[in-house]
């Protein structure tokens, strides 16, 4: 579905402020997981990552405070 719709972008290196597109090291394309997208599927995924990172934060001593998950084809 995110493929058919065209919704799924060229993967790059670096981040939103210096992305490098290069299909020589990605030829990928990804679409970013996001609460903004009001994804019920992709929420309840969150909400468990949400949990585990509170786990571990409380439990090793991480310092976790912050993640990103993406499809990628």
Same mark, same amino acid.
């Given at each position: 579905?995110?493929?058919?719709?065209? $919704? /799924?972008?060229?993967?790059?290196?670096?981040?939103?402020?210096?992305?490098? !597109? *290069? $299909? /020589?090291?990605?030829?990928?394309?990804?679409?970013?997981?996001?609460?903004? !997208? *009001?994804?019920?599927y992709e929420n309840d995924f969150l909400d468990l990552v949400d949990d585990f990172v509170l786990y571990l934060n409380k439990t090793?001593?991480?310092?976790?405070?912050?993640?990103?998950?993406?499809?990628?084809?």
């Amino acid at each position: 579905m995110l493929y058919a719709g065209k $919704q /799924l972008q060229h993967a790059g290196t670096g981040n939103a402020a210096a992305a490098v !597109h *290069n $299909q /020589l090291l990605r030829s990928d394309i990804i679409y970013w997981l996001d609460r903004s !997208h *009001n994804n019920e599927y992709e929420n309840d995924f969150l909400d468990l990552v949400d949990d585990f990172v509170l786990y571990l934060n409380k439990t090793c001593y991480t310092g976790s405070i912050g993640y990103e998950f993406h499809y990628a084809l």
